[in-house]
């Protein structure tokens, strides 16, 4: 099976940058995913890892390492916008790209 | 930009009736899914979809649950006799099936299902 961990909230400042950790344990999977979901919205693709390393999309940048069972997302340059629940999620492998995700953090940008 | 749909946006139902949920995906679209979302949790997979049938499902989705697409445009989830604990929001989403976007998958704006 598949369990992804997640903190539950973090707080940061704006302009500041954030990290939001993505641990897990999983039987195998395809790549690591990032959504965003603001209150009362749906989940919004962020960013994907096929492969170990750095992706870098404008302000986001996500982080996985295979052997470390562990990712993140990076968030530059924090606007009050970015207020809003993050979830990893993984693709398992053998699935119908189905997404498991993780538990979700909420992030608070304060001024 | 093309984007998911979904209707109603909030259904609220008797515990023991039939409540159909519906979703228009993005038109090219071919492989669908529906998730759940219980009040401050974790977005949880239901069922996927793909040429007219049923890819896989979880353990969630048992014989109360069903899925069809009854024509070119629309998928729907039907829960045939709710329960209290289904209360919650619903996705339907959609992905592409080639492409740089085939890790994406596309949500829709949710049914929020009340079961009083």
């Not at chain 1, 641990?23 to 994907?48: I, N, V």
């Not at chain 2, 008797?14 to 974790?42: A, D």
């Not at chain 2, 989705?61 to 289904?86: A, H, M, W, Y």
Request: charged content about 20%; glycine content about 8%.
């Amino acid at each position: 099976g598949q369990s992804l961990e997640q903190p539950s909230e973090v707080t940061a400042v704006e302009g500041a940058i954030v990290q939001i950790n993505c641990t897990y344990q999983t039987s195998g999977f395809y790549g690591l995913s990032w959504y965003q979901q603001h209150d009362g919205g749906a989940p919004t693709f962020l960013s994907y890892n096929a492969l170990d390393g750095l992706e870098e999309t404008g302000r986001f940048s996500s982080f996985l390492s295979r052997s470390d069972s562990y990712g993140y997302l990076l968030l530059q340059e924090l606007q009050m916008k970015d207020s809003a629940s993050y979830f990893c999620a993984v693709r398992p492998r053998g699935s119908s790209y189905k997404l498991i995700f993780g538990s979700g953090t909420r992030l608070l940008v304060r001024p | 930009e093309p984007e998911v749909t979904q209707t109603p946006s909030h259904q609220v139902t008797q515990m023991g009736q039939e409540v159909i949920l519906r979703c228009v995906p993005i038109s090219n679209h071919l492989y669908f899914y529906w998730y759940r979302q219980i009040l401050g949790q974790k977005v949880e997979f239901l069922v996927s979809f793909y040429n007219n049938e049923i890819s896989e499902k979880s353990e969630i989705f048992d014989d109360q649950f069903s899925v069809e697409r009854p024509d070119g445009s629309n998928f729907t989830l039907k829960i045939r006799s709710t329960k209290l604990e289904d209360s919650a929001m619903y996705f339907c989403a959609s992905r592409p099936s080639s492409g740089r976007e085939l890790n994406t998958q596309y949500f829709g704006p949710g049914t929020r299902l009340t079961v009083l």
